[in-house]
């Protein structure tokens, strides 16, 4: 399927709504959905890949391979968490160009020092703003395409205030950014007050994150504030861990998986999702049976 660029969707009337993913198979039930982007979330990946926290863990390497799965299964545009940019501005210049090759759309960096921790966590320390617009500006140079977009995200509300956080995003404008996130505004004041500030100059991100410092919203509610992108990163995290806990629960309890059934796809369902039936037709064009020297 061909999909319209993340700079297209942008430009359209419609918010971008961009669900959570960490693996090749949620990325199939995404884009099974119809949804028209989706995000790699790097908190995620630390939650499914390896069961701990959001707290810095996660390697360059391992989001890139990440992607390079995903990528191998679905077309839709990836925005992809980056972190930090995993250093300085060198290190952010090769984790450009290493997730560009490995099919990113967009990388995500941020203003917290490493290791960083999930934006809706206490205890967030950040860099110098100056030392953020050189990577910003480091990304930009390093892009191989200009519709690889670079969301610069800043996490100072939590740390010096909102109107640090503004005096921030106004230098990331500045230096280049495609998009804006400003994490984890407080009140729906404030959201409106970013979207008033910046409105007609740069896209604006949302974060949505179920128990987190910032209103919930729908993705309507958002784009009639002003709003281009909205994330869902933990969503399907943390409804994966609600399953989790009730379908093991359910089978010490029972012995067996009947009782929840009415919950799960069967093998023929999963197959079906899979694209099974499909591969193995195509498999089936190489057989060597094929290939025989008729005599």
Request: proline share 4%; glycine share 8%; hydrophobic share 40%.
């Amino acid at each position: 399927m061909t999909y319209p660029t993340l700079s297209k969707q942008l430009a359209a009337d419609d918010i971008v709504v961009a669900p959570g993913i960490y693996d090749a198979f949620s990325a199939t039930s995404a884009e099974r959905a119809g949804f028209q982007s989706a995000y790699l979330s790097g908190a995620s990946i630390a939650y499914c890949r390896f069961g701990r926290p959001d707290i810095g863990l996660v390697s360059m390497n391992e989001v890139a391979e990440t992607v390079l799965t995903i990528r191998e299964r679905v077309d839709m545009p990836l925005i992809v968490d980056a972190d930090t940019g995993f250093g300085n501005a060198l290190n952010v210049q090769r984790t450009v160009r290493l997730f560009e090759r490995c099919g990113a759309n967009a990388l995500q960096i941020e203003d917290q020092s490493m290791p960083k921790r999930c934006g809706h966590l206490k205890g967030k320390l950040l860099v110098a703003p100056e030392e953020v617009v050189g990577k910003i500006k480091a990304a930009t140079d390093a892009r191989l395409s200009e519709e690889t977009l670079i969301i610069a995200r800043t996490d100072a509300i939590a740390v010096e205030g909102f109107s640090a956080a503004m005096d921030r995003a106004e230098m990331f404008v500045e230096a280049g950014a495609d998009i804006l996130f400003i994490e984890a505004p407080q009140d729906i004041d404030q959201m409106k007050i970013l979207t008033s500030h910046f409105k007609g100059r740069i896209p604006l991100l949302a974060n949505m994150v179920e128990g987190g410092l910032t209103p919930m919203h729908d993705a309507q509610s958002l784009q009639d504030m002003g709003y281009k992108v909205v994330i869902f990163p933990g969503g399907l995290v943390r409804a994966r861990a609600r399953m989790e806990q009730d379908y093991f629960a359910n089978l010490k309890a029972t012995g067996w998986n009947e009782p929840f059934r009415d919950r799960m796809l069967d093998v023929t369902q999963l197959n079906d999702l899979l694209g099974t039936d499909q591969m193995l037709d195509d498999g089936g064009r190489y057989d060597a049976e094929n290939f025989k020297t008729k005599k």
